[in-house]
């Protein structure tokens, strides 16, 4: 597994590194929906909607705004290596538009077990009375509003997998309730345990 800080994180993220080195840059970009700069030899990434830069040459990750500041120096185990391994291996494969749980992707019964299980009580902790500030925090992260529930939003931490919240507001009869999907094609693009920590990340995101 590439889940955590330890041995296994670091030879997942020296893996990933090196496999992109060898990469085509065009075919990276075409399937990754990147960009790439032949000047300083980065790939180009939109994460959350922010640019994030990727050096392979350098091993060198970098970004010029404050979100880009919280994914690769507040949550590095979160967001790099998911980000390297999805330059690995995104495929031109667009969204399907069907929602699945993440328990029912290839693998998914690691959301369902111990300390993987998605803390989802943040959003409810900090949303379950608000869906107003629940939509303006996804703003800030470039989602875009949706019809579900009381408040839904799609963010973007890559391209082409799209994470959905959904939230339901607590009454007097029901408690706040919130919920999280991924596309259908999600695990074309990444392996399970990164889809993990790709959801982890935009909780922790939604949740500052």
Not at 96 to 102: A, E, Y
Request: aromatic share 10%; proline share 7%; glycine share 8%.
């Amino acid at each position: 597994m590439l889940i955590g800080e330890g041995q296994d994180w670091q030879e997942g993220m020296e893996q990933a590194w090196d496999l992109l080195a060898e990469r085509n840059p065009e075919d990276v970009c075409w399937k990754a929906k990147a960009d790439f700069s032949k000047s300083d030899g980065c790939y180009v990434l939109p994460i959350f909607g922010e640019k994030v830069y990727v050096c392979p040459e350098k091993r060198e990750i970098r970004g010029d705004s404050e979100l880009a500041d919280v994914l690769l120096n507040e949550l590095p185990h979160f967001s790099i290596v998911p980000l390297l391994w999805y330059l690995n291996n995104a495929r031109d494969i667009p969204p399907s538009g069907n929602l699945v749980n993440p328990r029912e992707v290839e693998g998914g019964q690691i959301f369902t077990q111990g300390s993987y299980i998605l803390p989802l009580e943040r959003i409810v902790e900090k949303y379950g009375t608000s869906a107003r500030d629940f939509l303006e925090r996804g703003d800030t992260l470039g989602g875009e509003r949706l019809e579900y529930g009381d408040a839904s939003l799609r963010l973007l931490p890559f391209p082409r997998v799209p994470v959905v919240f959904i939230l339901w507001e607590g009454d007097e009869e029901f408690p706040a309730r919130a919920d999280i999907l991924f596309d259908e094609t999600c695990s074309l693009h990444l392996p399970t345990d990164t889809l993990w920590s790709t959801a982890m990340l935009s909780i922790l995101m939604m949740t500052r």
